[in-house]
């Protein structure tokens, strides 16, 4: 079982965000719960917006491998960076704003992890989003040192009023790989009955299940 410990900071909306998170990931089933809670995050904000990427830029960091398929800490030492950028726009095609995740994860032992997470987003629009039910990612090698992927992801308010976001994914390995990198598939399906986020507390529970196969 691998433990995550996240450290957040950043900007959001031009104001200061503060949080911290714990992540388990079991390689062997594909199961990562975790929880996330601020101080700080600006009610302006909810991290669904990024489709939970707060605490899934490590999505593929234990996935279970479906065919043979290598995950993150397969091609790495433990040493990487995950990078989520999301562009976000209304029904109409109106630009509501952008995210970006940057996450640099540095291996304490064989089984902990630490990664300190700076988030910078501008966001002008609803923030009462329905628990989003997980993405499929391909993800790309490029030359010997990153693998890179995109998505597109509809969520929906309370209303049923619906959010194009359009999310693009890159892992940095920092310190060289251990084995040749080879495009992947990514598949994150979270459990919508049991994950959930507390808006007012700000607090952010999340259970699914990561797998990785061949691209």
């Known amino acids: 079982m691998n433990v995550i410990h996240f450290n957040y900071s950043g900007l959001i909306n031009g104001e200061e965000i503060s949080g911290n998170a714990i992540l388990q990931a079991d390689s062997e089933s594909g199961v990562i719960q975790g929880n ?11 991290p669904s917006l990024a ?9 593929s960091n234990s996935s279970k491998r479906v065919d043979e398929a290598n995950n993150i800490l397969d091609f790495s030492n433990g040493e990487y960076t995950s990078r989520r950028e999301v562009e976000l726009f209304n029904s109409a095609g109106a ?5 970006i995740i940057n996450g640099v994860f540095t291996k304490v032992s064989d089984e902990l992890y630490i990664a300190d997470v700076i988030v910078s987003a501008n966001y002008n629009g609803p923030v009462e989003i329905n628990f989003p039910d997980g993405y499929l990612m391909p993800l790309n090698a490029i030359d010997d040192y990153k693998l890179e992927g995109s998505f597109e992801k509809e969520l929906f308010t309370n209303e049923s009023e619906a959010i194009l976001t359009k999310n693009k ?5 920092n310190n060289g790989v251990k084995i040749p990198l080879s495009s992947i598939k990514c598949e994150l399906v979270y459990n919508t009955d049991e994950s959930y986020w507390l808006q007012d507390s700000k607090i952010l529970h999340l259970i699914g299940e990561s797998t990785v196969s061949p691209l």
């Not at 489709?51 to 999505?59: A, E, K, Y």
């Not at 994914?169 to 390995?173: A, G, M, R, S, W």
């Open 36 to 46: 996330a809670s601020f101080s700080s995050l600006p009610d302006s904000f909810t």
């Open 95 to 99: 630009f509501l704003g952008s995210v």
């Open 169 to 173: 994914q890159t892992y940095y390995f």
């Open 51 to 59: 489709s939970w990427s707060f605490l899934s830029i490590s999505c």
